[in-house]
């Protein structure tokens, strides 16, 4: 038996404490399977974002001269005490957001992952030393933390995303302020609460739940050293403006709208498995998810109607029961969404070879369901090949060669991930070179990255950073050069050259 998880509800985390919101105005969360009401949070305001800020800022100093190592002891009790809740975790995960229990037992997985990973920096964070241009003179460059972070994380990926943001801000030695999407913040407090427990000292880690106003107060706060973002492409971008305004630091995932080629030489029992994967797994809720199949004439029908077979028989439902291999959207609004675009694509004039429609059979009633749906026909420059939707829907678009299927998939404002199915080494090399995004997959779809290499995108789905990976660590630090002089005379750099 596991232990139970310690979930807070109810309340935000200021200064190692769980504290009401000063506004005393609550926010639901729903099981999205069921409508059913799992837990009332803070509707977090200004006041109590700027009281998290405060609680921040207080234990910054401490946390920047605790040594790395020791930060990062912490972190491995984290990571060990995931473990141990990993099963618990995972089942308030698909309660509140929806995802089916193998999805959430990996999005805790991936912050395991990530925290194991991350938790070994605290005894490298790698500077580098460099001969100087002059003699008795010494040059390094090391990292140094930012301040007071804030991290805003959606909720796709509950407990993962926060996990990539979250934990190399810490053993970076920033102290944080945490606010997850409305959609899921109990699984922020458990996560919270989990952190608390490892020995995260008071004021380090902070969370204020809520919606649209605590995201506001957070990325307007004056104190507040960086941003890290992500979520849709139009907030990120308004994010990102009033972070300029002010020269604040800003890192933003954003948006995808991902493509896998299939070539008349792909192993299409392959395609078939990876695809329905890719286009349908978590609900088609990844920003990695695939919404484009780019394919050759010769196979087009054959991987429609292998898919259609597929996302046609996909058991469809609460994501507790063991049976069921698709859960329901998040909630009513992503779930119009969906239905918006298939709306547009209908007008566009694709055809619906599967889905296209809620579900509303025995069972299924008051959840957020809708059909597993595969739109073929597709045009490169309609609204569907073009708009990321965020739900169970891909569209099946015809190339004629090589070079047009890159144009297809270099064709929209995103760039985060895609893929090639090919058994032609010529062709996949092709692929790796053209395609302009952050993330290429050969003979696999699009969804799947793991946190020891950088995750991110190109254009509109980023701003040039990367999470996982160690390049995480260029967002969480500053670079600083040192310089010392040993020589006790002066040498001036450039100009005193014999
Ligand atoms: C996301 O959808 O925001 O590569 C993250 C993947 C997962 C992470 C997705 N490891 O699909």
Known sequence: MSEPVAVT?????????????????????????????????????????????????????????????????ILYRAAELLVRRKEDLARLMTREMGKILPETRGDVQEAIDMTYFIAGEGRRLHGYTTPSEMPRKAAYCLRAPLGVVGVITPWNFPMAIPSWKITPALVCGNTVVFKPAPETPLVAAAYVALLEEAGVPQGVLNLVTGGDEAGAALVDHPGVALISFTGSTEVGLQVAARCAARGVRVSLEMGGKNAAIVLDDADLDLVADALTWSAFGTTGQRCTACSRIVVTPRVHDAVVDRLAGRAGRLRVGSGLDAQTEMGPLVSERQRERVERYVGIGHREGVRVAVGGERLTTAGFERGFFYAPTILDGVRPQMRVAQEEIF????????????????????????????????????????????????????????????????????RQTGNGHREGGLQVLDVFTEWKSVYIDYSGRLQRAQIDRD
């Open 391 to 458: 739900g169970p829907v891909v569209g099946v678009i015809d190339c004629t060669s090589l070079d047009e299927a890159f144009e297809i998939v270099n064709g929209v404002r995103y760039g985060l991930s895609a893929s090639i199915f090919t058994r032609d080494i010529s062709a996949a090399m092709r692929a790796i070179e053209e395609i302009r995004t952050g993330i290429v997959y050969v003979n696999h779809g699009t969804i799947g990255a793991e946190v020891h290499l950088p995750f991110g995108g190109t």
């Open 9 to 73: 509800q109810g309340r935000n985390y200021i200064g190692g404490r769980w504290v009401e919101s000063a506004s005393g105005r609550m926010l639901e969360s729903l099981d999205p399977a069921t409508g059913e009401v799992l837990g009332l949070v803070p509707d977090s305001t200004a006041e109590d974002v700027d009281r998290a800020m405060r609680a921040g800022a207080d234990a910054w100093p401490r946390w920047r001269a605790t040594p790395a190592p020791r930060r990062a002891e």
